[in-house]
């Protein structure tokens, strides 16, 4: 069973136009760039793209914003991207906003094959319109349905070709969910190791989840705020 693919546009070969794809990444950790890149080039519109941000202007799912290639993102945070702001502010991409905690468990739901879960969180807010709302225990909640993709993207530090991942700090932030909760799964990863090298006790994503892994020939790894500390006089 070997899952390797020769490179990132071969990975990205199957995604079709209308495509929903789970997209990894936490501001600029953990971003699938290589794959990222490889869509770009595949020209593949209209995409709808879960992703808890939208990138930078140059990094990320910027790309493929400047490319017109999304026409929906589900996100929770989106406030780096000048070009994303300009593109929602003209109806030109539709936003569904969610709170972090509601995307991040939209998305576990749908690995696990749960549907449906209530949540507090967003009652009284917009977030609730239009959504079935409850009451448990003397406390309102707000149901919302499961994330499913038709693909998902991840990155991962190290992985075999079974496809079992392991992620490195940062990076296992919205990576190891969203690869569960797609039909298809590709991953690329830092370091392609032989079987045996990765200790069972500290795989993330087991390999029955991935369908497809390559390793990445670089990564820019950018910072997104560099702060510096004032050095004492």
Do not use: C
């Amino acid at each position: 069973m070997d899952k390797r693919i020769a490179n990132a546009d071969a990975a990205v070969e199957r995604i079709h136009d209308g495509a929903t794809i789970l997209v990894g990444g936490f501001g600029f950790s953990g971003v699938p760039e290589n794959l990222i890149a490889a869509l770009r080039r595949k020209g593949a519109k209209n995409l709808t793209i879960v992703s808890n941000n939208a990138g930078g202007d140059e990094f990320g799912l910027g790309p493929l914003l400047q490319n017109g290639q999304i026409k929906k993102m589900v996100s929770s945070y989106v406030g780096e991207n000048k070009l994303f702001e300009r593109l929602v502010m003209t109806n030109q991409v539709e936003l569904e906003l969610n709170p972090q905690g509601t995307l991040s468990e939209r998305i576990r739901a749908g690995g696990a094959g749960i549907p449906a879960f209530f949540t507090p969180t967003g009652y009284g807010t917009v977030v609730a319109e239009g959504k079935e709302t409850r009451e448990f225990d003397g406390r309102p909640y707000v149901m919302e349905r499961w994330i499913r993709g038709d693909f998902a993207l991840v990155k991962a530090w190290r992985g075999d070709r079974w496809g079992n991942l392991v992620y490195r700090k940062t990076a296992r932030n919205f990576n190891p969910m969203m690869a569960t909760a797609a039909e298809y799964t590709i991953a690329e990863v830092e370091e392609l190791v032989e079987l045996g090298d990765l200790k069972p006790d500290s795989i993330h994503t087991q390999g029955i989840y991935v369908n497809a892994i390559l390793q990445g020939p670089h990564y820019l790894k950018p910072i997104e705020r560099r702060t510096l500390r004032k050095r004492p006089e």
